[in-house]
């Protein structure tokens, strides 16, 4: 995967001593790709919410302001490209780090997808440890205990 | 010529003059059939109802004059020639007269027999040929239009035919990702107790879906190598790099089928110029078919290694498999060759992957052998360059020189950022003359901020890289949350034909190259 990281700096670092519980928006069309993230964060100490099209996604991350959003390219109403577009046009959002999470693949698309403002890309199928590293880039991951 | 009698019309209100021409008509001893008018409406009315194969006109006319009167012919019947019947004072007319469409011009006072025969014949040959050409003309543009449109249409199909092949490819991974993925989360106990019998099972499930994985992989790459599509982002990487990201699908695969899998790699390897992805789908095509062909126990080596005098690192899969014999080893080459011209149906077990895997090391400039023994096992080797500017550009050279869709021109640009203007890394910027690079060019990194861009094109097709170049900068820039890509500068070196001029070309990199280490030290 050829995810850069190098230039990227996480726009909501965490308090040092302050324990909020990050949130982490899932958009994916497939519920099951939603779900097994979902799962597989759940040894850790984060919400994880979870959207099923583009536009609803918008919608959820301009009211609840998660502090990362993972999301899919090709999906029904909205697609990841509108999304992000969306997103970095709206004041509200347009902080929040973006991991898109994508069954295309080549250096075309991703950096087309970074172009859009996508903070990293990383490609179906996926090793779950590279995710929860990607992860790691932007919020804090604690395991519970 | 027609061997009936010609028809002529001929257009003279002066009836002296008109006797004279028939007089002239006589004396050239020509079978003509004459009609005579006296007007130029009575002319075009005549044009229009009946065949000529000549017009004999004089200029002034009761309802019309000079240039004017043979326009109207013209107009009248495009494919008729014209002869005009001039008189002293119409002299000046001369190259008027042609330009509106008349093929002659005789003076009046010279109108003799031999004068004026000859004057028709020709007239009426050239009328004829210009006849033939403009239908030859129009011939060659419906063949054009024809074609263009041919070549629209077979556009379209391919566009249509890639776009489903990444379809097809997307709507595969996804699934691909939840099996995956549940078989990993259960393995892994995250859905409860699971037994070694069980775990076993959930790691085939796990390796047979990287296996369609990288079958769709295949199946994405080799329909784009066959049409020359599959593009190369190029850059500084190293070894450990590259195989840290191949390493846990083949430990997975080595574990379920139960083969040793070994690593061997030199100390202190250099580093690489590739696309470092490409190069890990070529060590796990390899590994992959080494793991299935491997003897009994199985051991699969990776080796990596290098000497100092070698321009290139050179990777290694071998196996203790049964080994394959010479004939065969000539199919596996030949195959190698088939990619994008023929169907390809399995080769006893060496599927697309080898043929792939040889494309992709091309694709970086390197090389691929196999060596094998019947009974002991293979060793498929491939090569990669090292981060060695000149070298990789001698590379380039000959593979454009091989290239027959280029040019024979190579043009060579410097691109430069600000780097101390900007606290942004070079990742992005390499990233955006990366996705500007299109099928032949070459993006080398050089020191402190700089690129060299080698484009088979001249000079004025570098202009419109510019262009391009301005455009995409200015869409980049518009969706950016971390600040605008700094300013790229392009300073255009020059444009050489290959492969005469190779050795200038490389000078000139030379030039740039020491200046930039004098500069690091």
């Known amino acids: 995967m050829n995810a850069t990281k190098t230039c990227m700096t996480p726009s909501t670092q965490p308090t040092p001593g302050y324990q909020r519980t990050p949130t982490i928006l899932c958009i994916d069309d497939d519920p099951d790709i939603t779900r097994t993230i979902e799962l597989r964060l759940s040894s850790y100490e984060v919400d994880v919410l979870r959207n099923f099209t583009g536009m609803q996604g918008m919608w959820q991350a301009v009211q609840q302001k998660p502090d990362l959003i993972i999301t899919d390219l ?72 | 010529m027609r061997g009936n009698r010609i028809r002529v019309l001929l257009l003279e209100d002066d009836p002296l003059d008109a006797e004279l021409v028939k007089r002239a008509i006589h004396d050239a001893d020509m079978q003509m059939e004459l009609h005579s008018v006296t007007r130029v409406a009575e002319a075009t009315e005549a044009l229009a109802s009946q065949h000529f194969e000549l017009v004999l006109s004089d200029l002034s006319l009761p309802d019309s004059d000079g240039s004017e009167t043979i326009a109207r012919l013209r107009q009248a019947a495009a494919e008729v020639p014209i002869v005009v019947l001039t008189s002293v004072d119409d002299r000046d007319l001369d190259v008027e007269l042609l330009d509106v469409g008349a093929q002659d011009y005789i003076p009046k006072d010279r109108v003799t027999g031999d004068i004026l025969g000859r004057a028709i014949r020709h007239a009426i040959q050239r009328q004829e040929q210009l006849v033939e050409t403009q239908r030859l003309l129009c011939e060659v543009k419906d063949a054009r239009d024809l074609l263009e449109s041919k070549n629209s249409k077979l556009e379209k199909l391919y566009n249509q035919a890639h776009e489903f092949v990444d379809n097809v490819s997307h709507e595969f991974r996804t699934p691909l990702t939840v099996i995956k993925e549940y078989a990993s989360l259960v393995c892994d106990g995250l859905a409860g107790e699971v037994t070694e019998e069980q775990t076993r099972m959930l790691n ?70 590739c696309d470092a992805e490409k190069v890990g789908r070529v060590i796990t095509n390899l590994a992959v078919n080494a793991i299935k062909f491997c003897g009994d126990p199985g051991t699969v080596r990776i080796m990596v290694s290098t000497t100092l005098d070698n321009p290139d690192v050179i990777f290694k899969v071998e196996d203790n498999g049964p080994g394959i014999d010479e004939s065969s080893l000539q199919q596996i080459f030949e195959r190698f060759q088939q990619l994008g011209t023929t169907s390809r149906g399995s080769c006893k077990g060496f599927g697309l992957g080898l043929a ?35 070298e990789l550009m001698e590379r380039y050279l000959l593979q454009v020189d091989h290239e027959t869709e280029c040019p024979p021109i190579v043009s060579l640009v410097v691109a430069r950022i600000d780097s101390t203007a900007s606290d942004i890394t070079d990742d992005g910027i390499d990233g955006f003359l990366n996705y500007l690079l299109r099928r032949n060019d070459l993006l080398l990194q050089g020191a402190d901020g700089e690129w060299f861009l080698a484009l088979p094109t001249d000079k004025q097709e570098v202009q419109k890289y510019f262009q391009r170049s301005q455009q995409a900068w200015e869409d980049a820039n518009r969706n950016r949350p971390f600040g605008p890509l700094p300013r790229v500068d392009y300073q255009w070196l020059g444009s050489w034909r290959i492969p005469e001029d190779n050795g200038l070309i490389l000078n000139e990199m030379a030039k740039h190259v020491i200046h930039q280490e004098v500069a690091c030290v």
């Open chain 2, 204 to 273: 085939i499930v796990e390796d047979r879906a990287d296996d369609l994985n990288t079958m769709v992989d295949d199946m994405l790459d080799s329909s784009k190598l066959g049409s020359g599509l599959l593009g190369a982002w190029r850059k500084p990487c190293n070894v450990s790099e590259i195989l840290r990201h191949v390493k846990s699908t083949l430990s997975r695969k080595a574990r379920v089928k139960g083969v040793q899998l070994l690593y061997e790699l030199d100390p202190d390897l250099p580093e690489l110029y």
């Open chain 1, 74 to 145: 090709r999906m029904p109403q909205g697609d990841g490209e509108h999304l992000l577009e969306s997103l970095r046009r709206n004041q509200a959002t347009a902080g929040i780090p973006v991991i898109v999470l994508s069954g295309q693949k080549g250096e075309q698309v991703e950096n087309h997808v970074r172009r859009l403002g996508a903070d990293s890309f990383l490609q179906k199928p996926l090793h779950y440890q590279d995710l929860i590293n990607e992860i790691r880039m932007y919020v804090e991951l604690r395991e519970t205990e």
């Open chain 2, 356 to 390: 792939i895997a040889k494309e992709l090391v091309d694709l970086n400039f390197g090389r691929m052998t196999v060596e094998s023994e019947v009974g002991k096992g293979s060793a498929f080797q491939f090569s990669v360059p090292k981060n060695d500017p000149l």
